[in-house]
């Protein structure tokens, strides 16, 4: 009875340490599904939120798939632990990136290549259309103080040239005549009884000095009213003379016309100096500024440039062009450049200095601008930058980086994916997009 006791003790031992053998692995060996899992990953280069446990195409795009390191694989979902931030844990400052390093073998095998961020003078050299226009400020109009009769006309067509002091037409006005008249009087007083004033309304008021001042204040040169105290006689038509020097554009008077005060009857234009209206676009107008130097190209004069300044910007818009006009004021002594005549107009465009890239740098995501910075050693860290002006094949870079630090211009689009890829796998994101499990 003892030995069957002893030997059923023995059964039920030998039972359990074989049941336990069966059951148990030995340490340290995966499973089978753990030893796959850990196989080799694929994913997508352009979409590295893609990623599958087999070699071949994207779906999305039609690349190759390329290899993942089994250590990069992505933990499964009841691994997160948690985390729910958008670049926790990737190391770097700008959602959804993480820094990339990479050997000297695979940079060149990508093809990266760097140029350092400058401090530079931000110019432009924009290039537009204009038209030639009258200088406003030497834009003289002719006209009569006094109501008369044109009887003769000096300037008989639109375009003709006068020179300051020219008699431009000779005019009967009664008035006038009358004024002469009174004045003629009063120097004959004064001669036969003295100084004549008029003392009954104030102070003293010399009538010859009086009869002369409305004379002169009708523009009657001092010439015609010294050519009057010599002969003694009133004239009856006066003449009448261009206060500057330009061409006729507009001709009212025609002999025999009535004119009244205030009547414009020629309009003279100095073309010595002429204005270009230039359309300045949106996208130039930071570069644009008074002062600048400014040249006009004629497409029948190829090669001649005429010179000037900007002297003016307009404060409001066209809707339709979307243009703002900027005036450019451009010496003119031959008269080669007429008004109405279209030409090209290059304005010599200064931002001042500031920091700037190559265009090629600068990666837009559409809701931030991106570039990658070689720290050396083979990291490349993305960081988020403010982006200016554009000149030229530059960037300006308002905040952001240093004048000085080196960034990519070269397959800067694949080490963004590389980073994209990189910030995805520490996050856990792509958990739900993998394909083949």
């Known amino acids: 009875m003892r030995n069957f006791i002893l030997g059923f003790i023995l059964a039920l031992a030998l039972a359990g340490v074989g049941y336990w053998v069966i059951t148990t692995k030995p340490f340290g060996l995966a499973s089978g599904g753990e030893q796959s899992q850990a196989v080799q990953k694929y994913h997508c280069p352009m979409h590295p939120t893609y990623v599958s446990d087999k070699p071949g195409s994207c779906p999305i795009c039609g690349m190759d798939l390329v290899p993942i390191e089994p250590a990069k694989a992505p933990p499964k979902a009841n691994q997160a632990s948690g985390d729910h931030g958008e670049h926790q844990g990737s ?45 406003e400020t030497r834009l003289h109009h002719i006209h009569t103080k006094f109501e008369g009769y044109i009887e003769k006309l000096y ?3 639109v375009g003709q040239f006068v020179k300051m002091g020219q008699p431009v037409f000779t005019i009967y006005s009664p008035e006038l005549y009358a004024t002469q008249k009174e004045y003629l009087l009063a120097l004959r007083s004064r001669e036969q009884f003295g100084d004549l004033t008029d003392q009954k309304n104030g102070p003293k008021i010399d009538l010859v000095e009086a009869a002369r001042q409305r004379l002169s204040l009708w523009d009657i040169s001092d010439d015609e009213i010294a050519r009057l105290e010599k002969t003694r006689e009133p004239m009856r038509a006066v003449t009448i003379y261009s206060m500057a020097s330009g061409f006729v ?12 005060p205030g009547d414009t009857l020629y309009d003279i234009v ?4 002429v204005w270009v209206m230039a359309d300045v676009y949106e996208v130039n107008l930071p570069f ?11 497409p029948y004069q190829p090669g001649k440039r005429f010179s000037g300044r900007v002297t003016y910007i307009n404060p409001t818009l066209d809707e339709k062009t979307r243009t703002v006009k900027a005036r ?27 920091v700037a890239v190559p265009d090629d740098a600068v990666i837009s995501t559409g809701e931030r601008s991106i570039v990658f910075v070689a720290k050396g050693n083979g990291l490349f860290e993305p960081r988020e930058v403010t982006v200016g002006v554009k000149v030229r094949d530059l960037y300006e870079i308002k905040s952001g980086l240093e004048a000085g630090e080196q960034v990519v211009t070269g397959a800067n689009f694949l080490l963004d994916s590389e980073s994209k890829l990189k910030a995805t796998l520490a996050t856990g994101t792509s958990a739900g997009h993998q394909h083949g499990e």
């Open 328 to 354: 450019i004021e451009i010496a003119n002594p031959q008269g080669t450049l007429k008004p109405e005549m279209y030409g090209d107009v290059l304005i010599h465009g200064t931002r001042g200095s500031g």
């Open 270 to 273: 100095d073309l010595s100096s």
């Open 249 to 260: 554009t507009e001709k009212m008077a025609v002999e025999g016309l009535r004119v009244m």
């Open 91 to 135: 190391g770097s400052s700008v959602p959804g990136y993480s820094p990339v390093n990479l050997t000297p073998e695979r940079q060149q095998l990508m093809g990266i290549t760097f140029a350092p961020a400058e401090a530079l003078p931000l110019e432009q050299s924009i290039r537009t259309f204009g038209r030639v226009a009258y200088d």
């Open 288 to 298: 644009v500024r008074v002062g600048l130097p400014a040249e006009m190209l004629l």
């Open 155 to 157: 300037l008989n067509y």
